[in-house]
């Protein structure tokens, strides 16, 4: 609710699908939203029938003509915090305590049925009346009348809830992998009396979806390593926390896992690559570094998998590594780490594997490229991160290619709490998409991905709802996807650059493209292979896909297609003549083919030019 922090007030009706009572006061609340938004009202809904789902819900909404976002409490927490009991009860809430100041009917229906249009009668009318004139909350009320809600638990004896057979297995399969001794977590739950002492911060976190870090809405596909808690667990942890966290009886399972988080998780690495040591300062700004480190095999090799293990992990932000092409030396890499991209470090993003029968190529002779992003945290560390790198016995089928759907022409205005910005890939050839991962700083609010099919209808891949800068993880498909050539993966983000978004360094910017986090990103990673490829007869373009990605973002109404509108000023004025000259099919727009046909006349005239001068 912190994005309405700025609200007058924030009214919740609780609804309920087919519940008469509810249906026949939508006028009622319809008319009173539409007198009190302007006023700085924020009107909501919020259903916590057992019996209901999101598909459902939407159904009752369009049949129903219901506009207003409604709230799923699919787990029945927040509906019993709030000790609701029936529908169409209303809760109004103040932003500036969020405390409920009314709670019950809208009003009198029977006297509006009489048409005594008595004032008292009005309740929420005269509470919403009260708090916009600033006086006391000293209004009326009167029990709703709405269809009782079945909460099964409520009555239910929390008490009996079994620490060990129950609690302590549901924080071993969620939790325990980061909050361990050496993990990337604060604290580890070791012991019961450590989850006891935390008890008050994990409801909390809990119930604001803040933990575990898993982010993918759970009706939009499904992901291999899913760490989201089922409404099962969370039911049966906020519940033996409201119950006092009682030990009862039987061994304490957490005490027994005590130890050490594995250095490297899949045993053992081929090769490990030491990334030189750096000094990260107490506080300021450090300028993100790009580590080039001689590969030292003499022998060409198939990555399969790439662990890496920050030496410092309160201050390593995030790790990017690749190579360099054989004899190449990057005299700076900032962006060449993608040219051959082997995996990345986030916190909860350790390990990539590669998929069945793919790998990454590394031949001899290239060079190990890293960006690593430090982060000060209030103490002088000195970071020594390293790679490790597990290998193929025998050479994988294909190659596992990567790509970045990104827009650097994102421009974030002021004080904007719903900016979109948006980018596509289009695979010119058939290919199956194993991965996606979502990025951007502080503002990110939501991202999506999206495949829009050859005959224009699109998909819905992901949805990442409430993003977090702080955990930047990647989801690979169950079942990896099949793309038809000429499919469009789209990649949307909003953003929330208001003064109601908690991590926000600077509302008052108009926010551009940056590295670092006070600036921002639309970035949107994803993993594929050519259906047609095989790791014996590589197909992949590297200068087709450099320009795909370049029209992407240029592409403003993705159709494929440039027109002259779409380019920005500065290269409006260099294609004065050569946009019409490659224009070849006379359209008024340039497709990727004609791009590229451009840049290869270009490339072989400036060779013409440098040969007539070298005579």
């Not at 539409?34 to 029938?49: H, I, T």
């Not at 809830?161 to 990337?184: D, F, R, W």
């Not at 000094?279 to 570094?289: C, F, M, N, R, T």
Request: charged share 20%; proline share 7%.
């Amino acid at each position: 609710l912190y994005y309405y922090s700025d609200a007058k007030a924030v009214v919740i009706m609780i609804q309920g699908n087919g519940c008469p009572v509810v249906r026949n006061l939508l006028p009622d609340f319809k008319k009173i939203r539409d007198n009190y938004e302007s006023k700085g009202v924020v009107f909501l809904m919020m259903n916590s029938n057992l019996q209901d789902n999101r598909e459902t819900i939407r159904a009752e909404s369009e049949e129903w003509a219901i506009d207003f976002a409604i709230l799923d409490d699919e787990t029945q927490l927040i509906g019993e915090a709030l000790g609701v009991t029936r529908t169409a009860e209303v809760l109004v809430l103040d932003p500036d305590s969020w405390n409920i100041v009314y709670r019950g009917a809208i009003n009198d229906r029977v006297t509006y049925e009489r048409q005594r249009k008595v004032a008292e009668d009005h309740y929420l009318v005269n509470t919403l009346d009260a708090m916009l004139a600033g006086e006391q909350y000293a209004v009326k009320a009167k029990a709703a009348m709405g269809c009782l809600i079945n909460f099964p638990a409520r009555n239910e004896p929390h008490d009996q809830i079994s620490y060990t057979e129950t609690v302590a297995p549901i924080l071993q399969k969620n939790c325990v992998a980061c909050h361990m001794s050496g993990g990337i977590a604060p604290w580890a739950m070791n012991s019961y009396l450590m989850v006891k002492g935390f008890s008050p911060m994990i409801r909390e976190v809990i119930r604001t979806r803040r933990m575990p870090p898993w982010h993918a809405d759970p009706q939009v596909g499904q992901w291999r390593d899913d760490r989201s808690m089922s409404a099962t667990e969370q039911q049966q942890l906020v519940h033996w926390i409201e119950a006092g966290s009682p030990r009862g009886e039987g061994k304490d399972p957490l005490s027994e896992l005590v130890q050490p988080q594995p250095q490297w998780p899949l045993g053992e690495p081929d090769l490990v690559i030491e990334v030189p040591a750096f000094d990260v300062p107490a506080s300021g700004v450090v300028e993100y570094q790009f580590p080039v480190i001689v590969n030292p095999l003499d022998k060409d090799v198939w990555v399969r998998a790439v662990t890496i293990v920050p030496g410092q992990v309160s201050v390593v932000h995030h790790v990017l590594a690749g190579t360099s092409e054989p004899g190449e030396v990057p005299a700076n890499n900032n962006e060449s780490v993608f040219s051959n991209y082997l995996g990345g470090y986030a916190p909860g993003n350790e390990t990539t594997h590669m998929p069945a029968g793919t790998g990454v190529f590394v031949p001899k002779g290239t060079h190990f490229l890293l960006q690593m992003h430090y982060t000060p945290v209030g103490k002088a560390l000195t970071d020594r991160t390293r790679l490790g790198l597990y290998f193929h016995d025998q050479r994988p089928a294909n190659f596992l290619r990567h790509n970045v759907v990104l827009n650097p022409r994102i421009r974030i205005p002021a004080y904007a709490s719903e900016h979109q910005e948006s980018a596509y890939f289009e695979f010119d050839k058939e290919a199956i998409l194993y991965s996606l991962l979502p990025h951007s700083h502080y503002r990110g609010k939501s991202s999506t991905f999206s495949l829009r099919y050859p005959d224009g209808h699109e998909e819905l891949l992901l949805s990442a709802p409430n993003y977090d800068f702080n955990w930047q993880r990647g989801y690979e498909f169950v079942r990896p996807l099949p793309v038809p050539a000429g499919s469009k993966l789209i990649h949307r983000t909003v953003y929330d650059n208001s003064a109601q978004n908690p991590s926000n360094p600077d509302p008052s910017r108009i926010v551009p493209w940056g590295l670092q986090s006070w600036d921002e990103m639309l970035y949107g990673d994803f993993t594929f292979s050519w259906v047609e490829e095989t790791s014996m007869q590589p197909i992949h373009d590297n200068e087709r896909m450099e320009v795909t990605q370049w029209f992407g973002f240029m592409d403003l109404d993705m159709d494929g297609r440039l027109s002259w509108d779409e380019l920005p000023q500065r290269m409006q004025n260099r294609m004065q003549e050569s946009f019409a000259l490659s224009d070849s099919n006379k359209d008024n727009a340039l497709s990727i083919d004609e791009y590229i046909a451009l840049r290869k006349a270009q490339r072989e005239q400036r060779a013409r030019q440098a040969a007539s001068s070298g005579q």
